[in-house]
Nanobody, 121 residues
Framework: QVQLVESGGGLVQPGGSLRLSCAASGSISRIYIMNWYRQAPGKQRELVASITETRTTNYADSVKGRFTISRDNGKNTVYLQMNSLKPEDTAVYYC???????????????WGQGTQVTVSS
């Protein structure tokens, strides 16, 4: 009914940049908040950045000044521009969205399948 699909991951050298995208599709009425999480091997999943419908943003301290989250409401898509990447940024990156569905009450949380980001020389 609703799908979130991430893209843009890959292998990059330290100091490099990547741009992740996450497109939501389906019978979506409204997307309230979109988030990027990441999970490194052996570690818990952590919130990296979030953006509300009105484009209020929030970042983890570890990525402030290096990552930028943005969204295109017309395309139901959220982006994560990652600059000055470090080896410790290596993880699987997931997006999620809190949204409402056409014809249904309430809001729902959906996750994407994840995209691998590897920062290594």
């Amino acid at each position: 009914q609703v799908q979130l699909v991430e893209s843009g991951g890959g292998l990059v050298q330290p100091g490099g940049s990547l741009r992740l995208s996450c497109a939501a599709s389906g019978s979506i009425s409204r997307i309230y908040i979109m988030n990027w999480y990441r999970q490194a091997p052996g570690k818990q999943r952590e919130l990296v950045a979030s953006i509300t419908e009105t484009r209020t943003t929030n970042y983890a301290d570890s990525v402030k000044g290096r990552f930028t989250i943005s969204r295109d409401n017309g395309k139901n898509t959220v982006y994560l521009q990652m600059n000055s990447l470090k080896p410790e940024d290596t993880a699987v990156y997931y997006c999620n969205a809190q949204l409402s569905i056409q014809g249904k009450l309430g809001s729902y949380l959906y996750w994407g399948q994840g995209t691998q980001v590897t920062v290594s020389s």
